[in-house]
């Protein structure tokens, strides 16, 4: 990748990840949890989400040394109180599942642009193109990502709303080893993602990624 490149794929991902929070922290508002709102953090302003090993240096990393085919970071996570939602048992999911449905917004918006662009014949539409390729790739692997049911990411809040309360010692466990399951997942399985996300981007953009 060019430098050109690696700085566009970060910039993508940072907004992409502050998209991310600030979707979680407005649905909890609207719930009933005004916590990101007093913390100033329901703004696009990157000052008030950045983290230097999340926004920056991880992405960085893994755009270098996956040229781009799996990259993921964070934000810093909006503050949000469970206590004061309103739905106390579906509402940290609904709290989860927003940061995703974010994501997969922005994916379907530029990959319908793609899909119905006149072409892109030249070297600025093939780079109108490519960007669009980037942001759409960007947001889908964010939002597959952050549904692994695995503590800290969304997706366990999700099956945590969904487990029975016989499952009280499972929750136990992934709320005790679920950042080392994390990790054996992102250097041992992470790939189970591409084609997920191959398949979500040829059926929104209407033609195969280009890797």
């Not at 700085?7 to 991902?13: H, N, P, R």
């Not at 949000?80 to 994501?103: E, Q, S, T, Y």
């Not at 800290?152 to 010692?169: C, K, M, N, V």
């Amino acid at each position: 990748m060019s430098g050109l490149e690696i700085i566009f794929g970060i910039f993508v991902l940072l907004f992409s990840v502050i998209i991310h929070e600030v979707a979680h922290g407005s649905v909890a508002n609207q719930l009933g949890d005004p916590t990101a709102k007093y913390a100033g953090r329901l703004t696009l302003n990157p000052l008030a989400h950045l983290d230097p090993v999340g926004s920056f240096l991880l992405p960085l990393f893994l755009l270098v040394t996956t040229g781009g085919r799996f990259v993921f970071g964070w934000a810093k996570p909006v503050p949000i109180n469970p206590a004061n939602l309103r739905d106390k048992k579906f509402g940290a999911a609904r709290v989860a599942v927003a940061g995703a449905a974010a994501n997969l917004a922005l994916a379907l918006i530029f990959g319908l642009i793609m899909r119905f662009m006149p072409g892109y014949v030249g070297p600025i539409g093939s780079t109108l193109y490519g960007m669009f390729q980037e942001i759409v790739l960007i947001n889908l692997l964010l939002a597959l990502f952050n549904l692994v049911p695995l503590p800290p990411l969304d997706g366990s809040h999700i099956l945590f709303a969904l487990l029975p309360a016989s499952q009280t010692e499972f929750k136990l466990f992934l709320q005790r080893w679920g950042i080392f399951l994390l990790l054996f997942f992102i250097f041992f399985f992470s790939d189970l993602l591409l084609p997920i996300t191959q398949l979500l981007y040829r059926l929104i953009v209407g033609a195969p990624l280009l890797m």
